[in-house]
């Protein structure tokens, strides 16, 4: 397995891309999930080895794995013994993903046991290793399987948090195995940054606003915008799987499935995304304000959908919502935010008084955040795509360009400058 000198060895090789990767798949029944990831793996250019335990195979057959695969699969140490693969796989591996990762295989692996094909390999592997948990929530909080995880981590694995939600039978808890294209977005984040999860945000709160707000005119109409909310969620998704105690404040997001260990509250309105931030900013340590909030609202709310015709509107009247990124820092001020860290996002057009850059900075300096994330917008651009850039402006005069990369990589770098704000 890799220790955390070859993290940081593999970490600071420039533009290396993934291309070959080992799945090893424990034996539990979200094995069948594994499917899923080794094809969008495999679909997305990647040289995929499958290496299940045998147990393993008591839920999934061999032949599925080598189909899906395109490679031949094994799981005990003998087997093509003049390749030596125990030793081979895990010294050509550019990343290792463990789905699903049992109680027993993590014991094992944490143990640096090497009793089958997968333990071997992950003790020859030098590049990133990714443990996906899937168990019973028993099992996932028992004393001992935490002092495993923290061996691994110690070891310089990644060990994503599990999601919540239903288990084997009518069990419900943490414990489940995320989604397979959850992992993959946590998988592509490594391939572009190979340190971009470290543990720094434990026992740390974190509330992330995501998605467009909806201010309706009727039933059937609303104000809003193109937001996506993937920016967002892809904040939260890595704010958890660094430690953090997320809580996710959506608007509009397209029916995204929750990230997991991410509580998610759901609104639709300004006024809405007001209230609930500023219950759940109390004690929070960060407040991230990704969210496109509207800035204006119908003043009169049809009962009935608005119809061509008599009665139509000649024009909507339109009032201010609230500017909740203001409000924060203002409450901050006034001592009932005491010590919270304040992020703002700014999607921004030049035209004709400036460019982006030059809206940018007299935003921040409007809002009196500490840390404002601008995004330059417009077609193909920031909002409904799943790659983004753009600047870090700080309060303290700082600019930090944030290249082109998935929207998990920019949440990454906006999470690194977070966190000297938090200690």
């Given at each position: 397995?890799?220790?955390?000198?070859?993290?940081?060895?593999?970490?600071?090789?420039?533009?290396?891309a993934?291309?070959?990767?080992?799945?090893?798949?424990?034996?539990?029944?979200?094995?069948?999930?594994?499917?899923?990831?080794?094809?969008?793996?495999?679909?997305?250019?990647?040289?995929?080895?499958?290496?299940?335990?045998?147990?393993?195979?008591?839920?999934?057959?061999k032949?599925?794995?080598?189909?899906?695969?395109?490679?031949?699969?094994?799981?005990?140490?003998?087997?093509?013994?003049?390749?030596?693969?125990?030793?081979?796989?895990?010294?050509?591996?550019?990343?290792?993903?463990?789905?699903?990762?049992?109680?027993?295989?993590?014991?094992?692996?944490?143990?640096?046991?090497?009793?089958?094909?997968?333990?071997?390999?992950?003790?020859?592997?030098?590049?990133?290793?990714?443990?996906?948990?899937?168990?019973?929530?028993?099992?996932?909080?028992?004393?001992?399987?935490q002092e495993n995880?923290?061996?691994?981590?110690?070891?310089?694995?990644?060990?994503?948090?599990?999601?919540?939600?239903?288990l084997?039978?009518?069990?419900?808890?943490?414990?489940?195995?995320?989604?397979?294209?959850?992992?993959?977005?946590?998988?592509?984040?490594?391939?572009?940054?190979?340190?971009?999860?470290?543990?720094?945000?434990?026992?740390?709160?974190?509330?992330?606003?995501?998605?467009?707000?909806?201010?309706?005119?009727?039933?059937?109409?609303?104000?809003?915008?193109?937001?996506?909310?993937?920016?967002?969620?892809?904040?939260?998704?890595?704010?958890?799987?660094?430690?953090?105690?997320?809580?996710?404040?959506?608007?509009?997001?397209i029916?995204?499935?929750?990230?997991?260990a991410?509580?998610?509250v759901?609104?639709?309105?300004?006024?809405?995304?007001?209230?609930?931030?500023?219950?759940?900013?109390?004690?929070?340590?960060?407040?991230?304000?990704?969210?496109?909030?509207?800035?204006?609202?119908?003043?009169?709310?049809?009962?009935?959908?608005?119809?061509?015709?008599a009665?139509?509107?000649?024009?909507i009247?339109?009032?201010?919502?609230?500017?909740?990124?203001?409000?924060?820092?203002?409450?901050?001020?006034?001592?009932?935010?005491?010590?919270?860290a304040?992020?703002?996002?700014a999607?921004?057009?030049?035209?004709?008084?400036?460019?982006?850059?030059?809206?940018?900075?007299?935003?921040?300096?409007?809002?009196?955040?500490?840390l404002l994330?601008?995004n330059?917008?417009?077609?193909?651009k920031?909002?409904?795509?799943?790659?983004?850039?753009?600047?870090?402006?700080?309060?303290?005069?700082?600019?930090?360009?944030?290249d082109?990369?998935?929207?998990?990589?920019?949440?990454?770098?906006?999470?690194?400058?977070?966190?000297?704000?938090?200690?």
């Amino acid at each position: 397995m890799t220790t955390p000198h070859h993290a940081r060895e593999r970490a600071n090789r420039p533009g290396r891309a993934v291309t070959r990767i080992v799945v090893g798949v424990g034996g539990g029944i979200a094995a069948y999930k594994s499917c899923a990831l080794v094809r969008r793996f495999t679909e997305t250019g990647h040289e995929v080895r499958v290496i299940p335990t045998r147990s393993a195979l008591e839920f999934v057959g061999k032949a599925t794995f080598e189909a899906l695969s395109g490679n031949p699969v094994n799981t005990g140490v003998f087997a093509d013994v003049p390749e030596v693969p125990h030793v081979r796989l895990g010294q050509e591996a550019d990343l290792v993903v463990i789905a699903p990762a049992t109680a027993d295989l993590m014991a094992r692996a944490a143990q640096g046991r090497a009793d089958d094909l997968l333990t071997a390999t992950l003790l020859t592997a030098r590049c990133p290793v990714l443990f996906v948990p899937a168990m019973h929530t028993e099992m996932w909080e028992h004393p001992a399987t935490q002092e495993n995880v923290a061996t691994l981590r110690r070891h310089g694995a990644i060990v994503m948090e599990p999601a919540h939600g239903r288990l084997t039978g009518a069990d419900t808890g943490a414990g489940r195995l995320p989604e397979p294209e959850e992992i993959f977005a946590l998988t592509s984040l490594l391939s572009e940054r190979a340190d971009a999860i470290p543990r720094d945000l434990e026992g740390r709160r974190v509330v992330v606003t995501a998605g467009g707000t909806r201010e309706p005119l009727d039933p059937v109409r609303f104000l809003g915008n193109r937001s996506s909310g993937k920016q967002g969620y892809a904040l939260a998704r890595v704010a958890a799987q660094r430690g953090a105690q997320v809580t996710l404040i959506a608007g509009n997001t397209i029916g995204m499935a929750a990230p997991a260990a991410v509580e998610v509250v759901n609104i639709t309105t300004a006024e809405q995304l007001k209230t609930a931030v500023d219950k759940h900013a109390l004690g929070a340590d960060a407040v991230i304000m990704a969210a496109a909030v509207a800035d204006f609202r119908p003043v009169n709310v049809a009962a009935a959908k608005i119809k061509k015709g008599a009665g139509e509107p000649n024009s909507i009247e339109l009032a201010k919502t609230p500017d909740i990124l203001a409000g924060l820092v203002q409450a901050r001020r006034d001592g009932q935010l005491p010590g919270t860290a304040i992020v703002g996002f700014a999607a921004e057009t030049g035209d004709e008084h400036g460019d982006v850059l030059t809206h940018a900075r007299a935003k921040l300096a409007r809002k009196g955040c500490d840390l404002l994330v601008v995004n330059a917008v417009g077609e193909g651009k920031a909002f409904e795509v799943d790659h983004n850039d753009g600047w870090l402006l700080g309060a303290d005069g700082t600019e930090i360009a944030l290249d082109h990369g998935s929207k998990a990589l920019l949440a990454s770098r906006v999470l690194d400058a977070l966190g000297p704000l938090l200690r």
